[in-house]
């Protein structure tokens, strides 16, 4: 991630404003804003100043030196580096164990940044248009509000939709992160969004069934959610959704697509 981005994060984690941290920082607004948008870069003793500020661990404020250009303190970031690659391995691991059932890797503002062939296989195919975008460019929060991406398949859409919507809202209260603020205000703006999930709510907590149709095909999923890392303690926070057959028929087809067999939709 680039310099700014690590630097709002933290900043939204420690519920301090762009006012706030100017001031204890000493310097303007207007230059703590250029650093945020990469208008302009940092020196190194900004950097250690502003991680000084918000209380960033040692481990972390290397990540932020990294990303603005410089050497890091005490050659940390090998060991970071070291942990990242077996936390990766680990990763393709459960999503390979998983098969050939879907799983996704998502980072904190809900990109997918990995995905295994089951998911590769039953979401790919439902996609009418065409697109042979790749999921390390789509937001799980967009394709299910947006009537053009993943939604269009959904046949419960809204107790699903409201569901994320909560989710989102109990993630800003707990972390602040404008980031999560944005995507859920995004995601309201979408058409067929009813007006009063602008209002936080409370949502009882059961299992929900997720109810997809393309064609003649229909299937029916349950997920789990797995958060590695505490919500505004890290920059790095990864969740793991996996999806598992709700019924025979996607059960079938999930282990048919795996054998390369067609599905007729």
């Not at 000084?52 to 410089?70: C, K, M, Q, T, Y």
């Not at 797995?226 to 969740?239: F, H, I, M, V």
């Amino acid at each position: 991630m680039l310099f700014g981005e690590l630097l709002r994060q933290w900043r939204s984690a420690r519920h301090l404003s762009q006012l706030g941290l100017a001031m204890e920082a000493g310097i303007s607004t207007r230059h703590l804003s250029f650093l945020e948008t990469g208008r302009s870069q940092p020196s190194r003793e900004m950097v250690q100043l502003l991680t000084g500020i918000l209380d960033v661990p040692a481990g972390e404020r290397n990540a932020l030196l990294v990303s603005a250009g410089f050497a890091p303190m005490d050659g940390a970031v090998d060991g970071r580096a070291s942990d990242l690659v077996r936390a990766e391995q680990a990763l393709r691991l459960i999503l390979k164990k998983h098969e050939p059932y879907p799983a996704l890797v998502l980072d904190g503002g809900w990109n997918i940044v990995m995905e295994n062939d089951g998911a590769k296989h039953l979401f790919g195919m439902l996609k009418r248009d065409g697109s042979e975008r790749e999921p390390a460019n789509m937001n799980v929060v967009r394709a299910v509000f947006n009537p053009r991406g993943f939604r269009q398949f959904m046949v419960n859409w809204e107790p699903i939709a409201e569901c994320h919507i909560q989710g989102l809202n109990r993630e800003i209260a707990a972390t602040g992160s404008q980031q999560i603020m944005k995507l859920r205000d995004e995601a309201l703006s979408y058409p067929g969004v009813p007006a009063r999930w602008r209002t936080p709510g409370v949502l009882a907590s059961v299992p929900m069934t997720m109810q997809l149709k393309s064609g003649d095909l229909e299937l029916s999923f349950q997920s789990t959610m797995t958060t590695l890392g505490s919500p505004g303690g890290s920059s790095l926070q990864l969740r793991i959704e996996q999806f598992f057959p709700a019924d025979s028929v996607t059960d079938e087809v999930a282990r048919s697509l795996a054998c390369g067999d067609p599905i007729v939709l």
